[in-house]
């Protein structure tokens, strides 16, 4: 089994940066991909950013490319969701998620463990 625990979230205004952080613990040799999704109220969960096992490939949604930067240190079981210029509408729950299989991509359903999320409020 693998745990993920999210850090980082809070109360920003619009403009400003926050890190998050997701460590993660257990089988952690197992993991490939991992990412990063968020959920806002009344809304579905969504794809933001994902990155493979080496850190070579990433991937954004179109929604925060340009402002969001994921990277991770698989030495430390950690990936990281750098995000600048924050938007009232980046306003969600974000998920850290990660993948034991082969697949890299944007579908939450293919993703195997999740941690439980970490808010982030973004005032305008």
Do not use: H
């Amino acid at each position: 089994q693998v745990q993920l625990v999210e850090s980082g979230g809070g109360l920003v205004q619009a403009g400003d940066s926050l890190r998050l952080s997701c460590v993660a613990s257990g089988r952690t040799s197992s993991l490939y991909a991992m990412g990063w999704f968020r959920q806002a109220p009344g809304k579905e969960r969504e794809f933001v950013a994902a990155i493979s096992r080496g850190g070579g490939t990433t991937d954004y949604a179109e929604s925060v490319k340009g402002r969001f930067t994921i990277s991770r240190d698989s030495a430390k079981n950690m990936v990281f969701l750098q995000m600048n210029s924050l938007k009232p509408e980046d306003t969600a729950v974000y998920y850290c998620a990660a993948d034991r299989s082969s697949y890299f991509g944007r579908d939450s359903d293919e993703y195997d463990y999740w941690g439980r999320g970490t808010q982030v409020t973004v005032s305008s």
